[in-house]
């Protein structure tokens, strides 16, 4: 027996009224079934059709000569290239019929390993046109964080680069992938096969036969057209992970058509985006903005979106003004991490350039403070843009909350309104719903959304615990939020164990585990700190078991294993050598006190002596780093 939807009838006349506006190879019996109680959500049931028609196909008639895809190299000085909707069509048919002369069929995975080319966004294209799982690793992460997600995700393929480059600096792509296949062997039997390597830094790499082969060798024999695969509505369209407040980073899976049909028209409505638009947002697509909103949402909408494979400071922190002034963008989608880092630079800077084409400004990944809020507003948009202070995660898929483009009222560092077909609501510490309209509270969703997570890859039973455990019946985000008289939502941060780090999620158990690793390091705790650039750094306390050993020394290897397990960015800013931690009488770490401690709150630690060990929090205030 079918499960009945209780979705109320304004989501489900509204959603139905959107998914109208797809293209699909066979409608849905049922428009949304399951429930946040048993956790079995499903959209469009019965539903047939496939992505990339809705992104490429269908936009053929009209628009075969128009600009898809603007690729802004790493290195101002090489040319900027474009492909058409019609080109990217025949490119994503071409690396389809690759794929499938290299045996790949519906429902294996291939993971992407790459840097910031048109090739990337081909990739996962090719891999929708044929009912594959894609799931990209973005390539910050170290051979060991992939040599993990390939394991859980049991990718057939991975596709890199030969190097990619970053500012000045070439990150060899390629031997790091060797690393992931071949030095943990022990930890588990991969399910990897081939290697295709996109040459683009000319790197000299090690090719090994019968596994590795070139993109562009065997790119030459496949034919420019390829039919489009048809898949179920819930077919799975891809992996994406993530870090959470507990254990190994979870991959998130989001299914095809209500992935679909949120983030085109969550694109659609936040940004308010016009025909000749050139929509620019600075994500690698290695994170879910990259997903969806380089990637599906743009081309969703028939929209021009820009790959820029370089960083905001390389060559010059003029970077991005002079890309807007270039190729004319008029929307910037961004991180305040990265507004907060260019605006240090100087006013000046902006102002060299004529950015007159901007119309909108996007800030997504953390909250933005007021401050980077009013210098983004006048510094880049001149105060004619309006900004949108977009709030979601991974595991929402799309948008939730944010301003739409010149139609909501603008309001600095406020998310605003939840986007029309979507329920957030406050529930106070024991779940109740708070129903006053000004209130502060944690941030759940009440009703299922089309590009809702379906799950955590391999561990259902996770994914209930993760977001479905701690308010009975309610999505919970695990942020913290305030609204206020308009109804508007400010998102406050993380309520967790998790630190937003320049807009990335760190869970603080993973940065602990890594350096656990350390033979010298008997226990550590983990907590974010305000910092000026990145929103929040990552403050460690660590205990040595020899406590002869040169600090210096120990802190650089701390930060070097965390380096080598997670990858750099999840590196700590600070590390406190401490004889102890303060702990409960069972044990149990008390991050709350030493959060107190980092924020320089001391008159807020609270009673300190039912702890276990009382007298190591006077010791951690004396010996705090500056
Ligand atoms: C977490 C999700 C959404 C894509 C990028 C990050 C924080 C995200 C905002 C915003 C305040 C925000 C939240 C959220 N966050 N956008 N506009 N205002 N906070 O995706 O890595 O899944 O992280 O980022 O804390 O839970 P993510």
């Not at 990739?123 to 799982?133: E, K, Y």
């Not at 709350?592 to 702890?611: H, M, P």
């Given at each position: 027996?079918?499960?009945?939807?209780?979705?109320?009838?304004?989501?489900?006349?509204?959603?139905?009224?959107?998914?109208?506006?797809?293209?699909?190879?066979?409608?849905?019996?049922?428009?949304?079934?399951?429930?946040?109680?048993?956790?079995?959500?499903?959209?469009?049931?019965?539903?047939?059709?496939?992505?990339?028609?809705?992104?490429?196909?269908?936009?053929?008639?009209?628009?075969?000569?128009?600009?898809?895809?603007?690729?802004?190299?790493?290195?101002?000085?090489?040319?900027?290239?474009?492909?058409?909707?019609?080109?990217?069509?025949?490119?994503?048919?071409?690396?389809?019929?690759?794929?499938?002369?290299?045996?790949?069929?519906?429902?294996?995975?291939?993971?992407?390993?790459?840097?910031?080319?048109?090739?990337?966004?081909?990739?996962?294209?090719?891999?929708?046109?044929?009912?594959?799982?894609?799931?990209?690793?973005?390539?910050?992460?170290?051979?060991?964080?992939?040599?993990?997600?390939?394991?859980?995700?049991?990718?057939?393929?991975?596709?890199?680069?030969?190097?990619?480059?970053?500012?000045?600096?070439?990150?060899?792509?390629?031997?790091?992938?060797?690393?992931?296949?071949?030095?943990?062997?022990?930890?588990?039997?991969?399910?990897?096969?081939?290697?295709?390597?996109?040459?683009?830094?000319?790197?000299?790499?090690?090719?090994?036969?019968?596994?590795?082969?070139?993109?562009?060798?065997?790119?030459?024999?496949?034919?420019?057209?390829?039919?489009?695969?048809?898949?179920?509505?819930?077919?799975?369209?891809?992996?994406?992970?993530?870090?959470?407040?507990?254990?190994?980073?979870?991959?998130?899976?989001?299914?095809?058509?209500?992935?679909?049909?949120?983030?085109?028209?969550?694109?659609?409505?936040?940004?308010?985006?016009?025909?000749?638009?050139?929509?620019?947002?600075?994500?690698?697509?290695?994170?879910?903005?990259?997903?969806?909103?380089?990637?599906?949402?743009?081309?969703?909408?028939?929209?021009?979106?820009?790959?820029?494979?370089?960083?905001?400071?390389?060559?010059?922190?003029?970077?991005?003004?002079?890309?807007?002034?270039?190729?004319?963008?008029?929307?910037?989608?961004?991180?305040?991490?990265?507004?907060?880092?260019?605006?240090?630079?100087?006013?000046?800077?902006?102002?060299?350039?004529?950015?007159?084409?901007?119309?909108?400004?996007?800030?997504?990944?953390?909250?933005?403070?007021?401050?980077?809020?009013?210098?983004?507003?006048?510094?880049?948009?001149?105060?004619?843009?309006?900004?949108?202070?977009?709030?979601?995660?991974?595991?929402?898929?799309?948008?939730?909350?944010?301003?739409?483009?010149?139609?909501?009222?603008?309001?600095?560092?406020?998310?605003?309104?939840?986007?029309?077909?979507?329920?957030?609501?406050?529930?106070?510490?024991?779940?109740?719903?708070?129903?006053?309209?000004?209130?502060?509270?944690?941030?759940?969703?009440?009703?299922?959304?089309?590009?809702?997570?379906?799950?955590?890859?391999?561990?259902?039973?996770?994914?209930?615990?993760?977001?479905?455990?701690?308010?009975?019946?309610?999505?919970?985000?695990?942020?913290?939020?305030?609204?206020?008289?308009?109804?508007?939502?400010?998102?406050?941060?993380?309520?967790?164990?998790?630190?937003?780090?320049?807009?990335?999620?760190?869970?603080?158990?993973?940065?602990?585990?890594?350096?656990?690793?350390?033979?010298?390091?008997?226990?550590?705790?983990?907590?974010?700190?305000s910092h000026d650039i990145k929103g929040q750094g990552i403050y460690a306390f660590v205990?040595?078991?020899?406590?002869?050993?040169?600090?210096?020394?120990?802190?650089?290897?701390?930060?070097?294993?965390?380096?080598?397990?997670?990858?750099?960015?999840?590196?700590?800013?600070?590390?406190?050598?401490?004889?102890?931690?303060?702990?409960?009488?069972?044990?149990?770490?008390?991050?709350?006190?030493?959060?107190?401690?980092?924020?320089?709150?001391?008159?807020?630690?609270?009673?300190?002596?039912?702890?276990?060990?009382?007298?190591?929090?006077?010791?951690?205030?004396?010996?705090?780093?500056?």
């Amino acid at each position: 027996m079918k499960n009945k939807s209780l979705l109320p009838d304004d989501l489900h006349n509204y959603w139905t009224e959107v998914a109208n506006t797809y293209q699909w190879k066979k409608k849905w019996d049922q428009l949304q079934t399951g429930d946040f109680e048993q956790v079995n959500i499903e959209w469009f049931q019965g539903a047939k059709l496939n992505i990339t028609e809705n992104c490429l196909d269908r936009h053929l008639e009209k628009r075969r000569n128009k600009k898809a895809v603007i690729f802004e190299p790493n290195n101002p000085q090489e040319a900027t290239s474009f492909l058409t909707y019609g080109e990217l069509h025949v490119s994503v048919c071409r690396f389809a019929n690759l794929l499938i002369k290299q045996g790949l069929k519906k429902g294996d995975v291939v993971c992407f390993y790459m840097g910031m080319t048109p090739e990337l966004l081909i990739g996962l294209l090719a891999c929708a046109r044929l009912g594959i799982v894609h799931t990209v690793v973005f390539g910050g992460f170290s051979s060991q964080s992939l040599h993990g997600r390939l394991l859980d995700s049991k990718a057939k393929m991975v596709v890199t680069h030969d190097g990619s480059f970053r500012g000045d600096k070439i990150v060899g792509l390629k031997s790091m992938v060797d690393e992931a296949l071949e030095n943990f062997q022990q930890i588990g039997e991969l399910a990897v096969e081939k290697v295709l390597v996109v040459k683009r830094t000319q790197s000299e790499i090690q090719m090994k036969p019968g596994r590795d082969y070139f993109y562009e060798t065997l790119i030459k024999d496949c034919d420019i057209y390829c039919p489009a695969t048809s898949v179920e509505a819930e077919d799975p369209l891809f992996i994406l992970y993530t870090s959470g407040s507990t254990g190994k980073p979870k991959g998130l899976l989001h299914t095809t058509a209500g992935y679909m049909v949120h983030v085109g028209n969550s694109f659609k409505e936040v940004f308010q985006i016009k025909e000749n638009d050139i929509f620019w947002c600075t994500a690698d697509i290695g994170w879910i903005t990259g997903h969806s909103y380089i990637t599906y949402g743009p081309l969703l909408n028939g929209t021009t979106t820009v790959i820029f494979e370089g960083i905001p400071t390389y060559p010059s922190p003029a970077r991005f003004w002079e890309v807007i002034e270039k190729h004319h963008i008029t929307h910037l989608y961004t991180a305040p991490t990265a507004i907060r880092s260019l605006e240090k630079f100087g006013n000046d800077i902006p102002e060299k350039f004529n950015m007159s084409s901007l119309k909108v400004l996007g800030s997504v990944g953390e909250p933005i403070n007021e401050e980077a809020w009013h210098w983004y507003h006048k510094y880049v948009g001149k105060q004619r843009c309006p900004i949108v202070d977009t709030w979601w995660q991974t595991e929402t898929g799309g948008i939730m909350i944010s301003a739409k483009a010149g139609i909501t009222k603008l309001k600095p560092a406020h998310a605003s309104l939840p986007l029309e077909g979507v329920l957030p609501i406050l529930v106070d510490e024991k779940g109740n719903e708070i129903h006053e309209t000004v209130a502060e509270g944690n941030l759940c969703i009440k009703w299922p959304w089309p590009s809702m997570a379906r799950s955590i890859f391999g561990d259902h039973e996770r994914f209930k615990q993760t977001y479905f455990q701690t308010y009975k019946g309610l999505y919970f985000t695990g942020d913290g939020a305030r609204r206020d008289h308009d109804s508007f939502f400010r998102i406050t941060g993380r309520v967790d164990d998790v630190i937003n780090v320049s807009g990335h999620r760190i869970g603080t158990a993973e940065v602990e585990d890594a350096i656990n690793e350390h033979p010298n390091i008997t226990e550590s705790a983990v907590v974010g700190f305000s910092h000026d650039i990145k929103g929040q750094g990552i403050y460690a306390f660590v205990t040595p078991m020899k406590s002869s050993a040169d600090h210096e020394i120990l802190k650089k290897e701390i930060r070097d294993i965390v380096q080598k397990i997670i990858g750099p960015i999840a590196k700590p800013d600070q590390i406190q050598i401490v004889k102890a931690l303060p702990k409960t009488r069972s044990g149990k770490i008390m991050r709350r006190i030493l959060r107190k401690i980092v924020e320089n709150d001391l008159a807020n630690i609270g009673d300190t002596s039912t702890l276990l060990n009382p007298e190591c929090v006077e010791q951690i205030i004396k010996t705090k780093n500056n």
